[in-house]
């Protein structure tokens, strides 16, 4: 039988050669889902042998990182905002750029102890809202989610951070919201259709419509800015997250009804989130 060194290593040279990227971390992370450890743990039994079945396992799980699949739909989760989500080929992968929305809901709504009212339109794996639960004990929350396969992934991770008494899941658009809500939070489809075939080759294996923003990457934005004004309470604020290609979307928004507040900047510099409510003239 191979060491858990050896097979890490030999995990790392496959992986290497077919240019994945952080092939060690890859290596590591489906090391800790065989054995179902951290990783402290493992790099403590580093010399320890690896029973036939696990190493199996874990050439199998490697193999489908070759083939591109996002580590975290191979290990079945991924970290967000210090939390573990359960994630698979329905849903969107929570990413580190989406976090910036919930420091600009801490920014908006300091008071920890607010009774807010929040939807979350096209929840996916319900990141956004449980993470803003997470932040405010006295919170309630509604995802809307028309994929009833990314529906269910909600529901488990709803399950899964103990929110069954705060937070619903809605197997709905968001266009059959009903306000009114304090908070509307949201990470819509905003790539670019013709931009599409060049995502990279993880990101091919996401669900497209959680990927597909349209012709021209406004759809889902022009579908929620009625809604918006519809369910917004006249203090409450909306905070969507938007892609390169949404940079000048405050000029359209005062047909809608709603007030632009500002753009918010992700750590590498980029316009990652508009702020927006209800505008009284």
């Known amino acids: 039988m191979k060491t858990i060194s050896t097979l890490i290593q030999e995990g790392l040279k496959l992986l290497s050669s077919h240019k994945v990227e952080s092939p060690y971390l890859d290596c590591e992370i489906i090391m800790q889902h065989v054995f179902g450890m951290d990783r402290s743990s493992i790099i403590m039994r580093h010399a320890d042998q690896v029973p036939i079945e696990k190493e199996r396992l874990f050439w199998k799980l490697t193999k489908k990182r070759v083939a591109r699949y996002p580590i975290s739909q191979i290990v079945g989760s991924r970290e967000f905002w210090s ?73 488990q991770n709803v399950e899964k951070h103990n929110l069954l008494d705060r937070a619903r899941i809605l197997p709905i658009s968001w266009t059959e919201c009903i306000g009114p809500f304090d908070l509307i939070i949201s990470n819509p489809p905003y790539i ?88 009284y003239g």
């Open 83 to 155: 939390k573990n989500f359960i994630v698979n080929q329905h849903v969107l992968d929570p990413r580190p750029d989406s976090e910036t929305l919930i420091s600009t809901v801490l920014k908006y709504y300091p008071n920890k102890k607010q009774k807010l009212k929040i939807a979350d339109f096209g929840t996916g794996t319900g990141c956004l809202l449980i993470s803003v639960l997470g932040e405010y004990e006295y919170a309630v929350g509604v995802g809307f989610e028309k994929s009833l396969k990314a529906y269910k992934v909600a529901c």
């Open 192 to 279: 670019k259709r013709s931009k599409l075939k060049d995502l990279q080759a993880e990101v091919q294996k996401e669900p497209r419509m959680a990927l597909d923003g349209g012709i021209d990457g406004l759809s889902c934005y022009l579908s929620i800015f009625p809604i918006l004004k519809r369910c917004l309470k006249e203090n409450g604020f909306a905070i969507l997250e938007i892609g390169e290609d949404q940079n000048d979307i405050d000029k359209i928004i005062s047909s809608y009804g709603l007030s632009f507040q500002e753009y918010i900047y992700d750590l590498a510099g980029m316009k990652r989130c508009i702020v927006m409510k209800q505008y």
